[in-house]
């Protein structure tokens, strides 16, 4: 079994939101998760919106401070200046919406050649156009449309551009977040075939955050569950798919829309009421306690201990035997 | 007769770029108490064509010719007076983003009776009353309360279930949804399209619903049209579409999904979206099309009968009676 690149202990990001005059509350965003990722693998992040899922990819990359918690990135744990400047070399980040992401004033080749420009990776100028081409011509963009801007390109060849400027650096850990969500059906699936690919030639590793399960459930190895800033369940894609745990991964999975008539209308569905509670205000036990049907006093007061159900598989609930 | 009927419709924009033909002379009707999809990518013209029926266009867009003829009334030119009568009480429509929807600035209780008290003849108690039995009829939990909020207030599920209140507040024939669950997580998705079956069948209106999400489709709708570049490539019930699908480019969707049961590598369509400034003069498809023959090429296919609940525009069908002509 390849080892891990990277692991994240205990990692906790909390944002003060103020309350009143010198008052503040913590948002807690990513409340303790614990994941690893083996060196080739693609890990899954999936959750609804505001569960915590980008926060962990941002935190992950030292794009925000972490308020508690480890990285350990390569087999060393993350603590100095130094180090995070170095891991920043080797990871970097895919954004979700290729609209905003780019600075409308730079040309692509400027996008692409910003980042060795920063780390000033490269002797000379014809180095420099060098690089950009390549990188382009990688991510299946013409070499002739350096010189354009990003306003000119479709959403599928932004997102291609966006790409390219995280490859720009050769890293080897790569977060993805929600790449392909703003994408149209036929030009998504272009992209994930890229990002396969290029895992392929260049050995990356992605965490891969979206909200797309049938996507998710294609391009992953494992899949990772958040609700409320925790991780309430954990395992081999397939295994997820088949035999969910959680009664939230359960619900989510039977709440995909499927692409068949016959499938989609036979189809029993395990329907939630209500939304997802505010993490401001977060139950004190179980994050899902509110929404679950199998829910008892134990669960409002207690958070379930990840516990192992099959090999490779961890689901944190209470009531494992009774939701199955 | 059918409830609504569509025909030759052709939408343009005129920009300073040139005119954009945005909906190039589609067909179709819609008949009593069903559910019509149309599906498409971004600018394939399926949401100006659901603007066109409610006549709420901008500025720049025009509808060049053909009609619209609303239970054998003709809308297309009809004037504002008569769609101002149409609009909200006969024909509803929702919309994409709950959140830029609704109007910040008033109660969620004065918007849902706005409607009411514009379009029957209920005094305000009766309003508040019926609006309190809308938001009760699409599971908003505590009505009265959530009256008296304002939008900021709710959640984004919650909004949709009062935009969806709002448009039925005046038991519409006709609800046109516009993509009504891509803003939403897949839980409240599921929520929300669940309501929608519910009072469909309760109330026995027609849907049109507009989405770019094969799987919507497949669960929700009895008809489905297919749509490319302005055009239909194909339209018939929802089973010969998946099943059975007669275009290819209906085909590439389908292919280029990712499925629970078949895994590997996916099959994307090549090529990029359509430039609607300079579109092909055969086929709009043609340029992206895996097996384009020359005549694709050349000459736009017209549409054509597959049996009599399936048409599709693709001359991949004509395919024995042009057999010289191809390569």
């Not at chain 1, 068949?260 to 994050?287: F, I, T, Y």
Request: aromatic content about 6%; some cysteine; proline content about 5%.
């Amino acid at each position: 079994m390849a080892e891990n690149l990277i692991e994240v202990r205990d990692l906790k990001q909390y944002f003060p939101i103020s309350t009143g005059w010198f008052q503040t509350k913590p948002l807690k965003a990513v409340d303790g998760v614990t994941f690893h990722i083996r060196q080739g693998e693609t890990l899954g992040l999936v959750g609804e919106s505001g569960c915590g899922k980008t926060t962990v990819g941002r935190t992950m990359l030292h794009l925000y401070t972490p308020t508690a918690g480890e990285i350990i990135f390569e087999g060393k744990k993350l603590m100095t200046r130094e180090d995070i400047r170095a891991y920043r070399k080797k990871a970097a980040m895919v954004f979700q919406d290729p609209y905003s992401s780019l600075n409308p004033r730079m040309t692509v080749a400027d996008l692409i050649a910003e980042p060795l420009d920063i780390h000033r990776l490269y002797k000379s100028r014809q180095e420099r156009r060098e690089k950009v081409l390549e990188l382009m011509a990688k991510v299946g963009l013409n070499g002739e449309q350096a010189g354009r801007y990003a306003h000119e390109f479709s959403g599928g060849q932004r997102q291609r551009i966006g790409i390219a400027r995280a490859l720009a650096m050769e890293p080897k850990f790569v977060v993805c977040d929600e790449p392909v969500s703003a994408l149209d059906v036929s030009i998504q699936a272009q992209v994930i075939n890229m990002f396969t690919d290029l895992q392929e030639q260049m050995g990356l590793t992605y965490l891969f955050i979206a909200h797309d399960l049938l996507v998710v459930r294609h391009i992953c190895d494992r899949i990772a569950v958040m609700y409320l800033g925790k991780i309430v369940e954990s395992g081999e894609a397939d295994e997820l798919y088949k035999n969910p745990m959680h009664p939230y991964t359960k619900s989510l999975i039977s709440a995909v829309p499927l692409p068949d008539p016959k499938m989609a209308r036979q189809k029993r569905r395990l329907m939630l009421k209500g939304d997802v509670p505010s993490p401001l205000n977060a139950p004190p036990g179980c994050p899902f306690c509110t929404r679950c049907p199998y829910a008892t006093d134990i669960c409002r007061e207690k958070m379930p201990e990840m516990a192992e159900v099959s090999a490779g598989h961890f689901t944190a609930c209470h009531h494992v035997d009774q939701a199955n | 007769m059918a409830l609504l009927e569509v025909k030759d419709l052709q939408v343009s924009f005129f920009t300073p770029a040139g005119e954009v033909k945005a909906v190039g002379g589609i067909s179709f009707s819609l008949e009593k108490g069903k559910v019509l999809g149309i599906v498409g990518e971004s600018g394939s013209g399926k949401s100006v064509t659901a603007y066109s029926i409610m006549q709420i266009l901008e500025k720049s867009g025009k509808i060049v010719s053909g009609s619209i003829r609303f239970q054998g009334q003709e809308l297309v030119g009809a004037g504002e007076k008569v769609m101002k009568n149409l609009r909200g009480t006969r024909i509803s429509m929702i919309f994409q983003d709950p959140r830029t929807s609704l109007n910040p600035t008033f109660t969620i209780g004065h918007q849902l009776m706005e409607g009411i008290l514009l379009h029957t003849q209920r005094n305000r108690q009766q309003a508040w009353d019926r609006a309190v039995e809308m938001l009760k009829l699409v599971g908003v939990n505590e009505p009265e309360k959530r009256m008296k909020q304002y939008p900021h207030q709710l959640s984004g599920g919650m909004r949709q279930r009062i935009m969806i209140a709002m448009a039925l507040a005046c038991e519409p024939d006709i609800l046109i949804a516009d993509e009504p669950t891509t803003a939403l997580d897949v839980t409240i998705q599921a929520q929300i399209l669940e309501l929608m079956q519910k009072l469909q069948k309760e109330m026995g209106m027609a849907i049109i619903m507009i989405t770019h999400d094969l799987g919507v489709v497949a669960q929700m709708c009895d008809e489905v049209i297919v749509m490319y570049a302005g055009t239909i490539c194909e339209q018939g019930t929802v089973e010969e579409i998946f099943y059975n699908p007669r275009h290819s480019y209906t085909r590439g969707l389908l292919r280029s999904i990712p499925t629970l049961e078949h895994s590997g590598r996916l099959r994307p369509i090549a090529g990029s979206p359509i430039d609607l400034l300079n579109m092909p003069q055969g086929c709009p498809f043609a340029p992206r099309c895996e097996d384009a023959m020359k005549i694709c090429l050349k000459k736009r296919c017209e549409r054509t009968a597959i049996n009599d609940r399936h048409y599709a525009a693709c001359w991949l069908n004509h395919k024995e009676e042009n057999g010289g002509d191809d390569g």
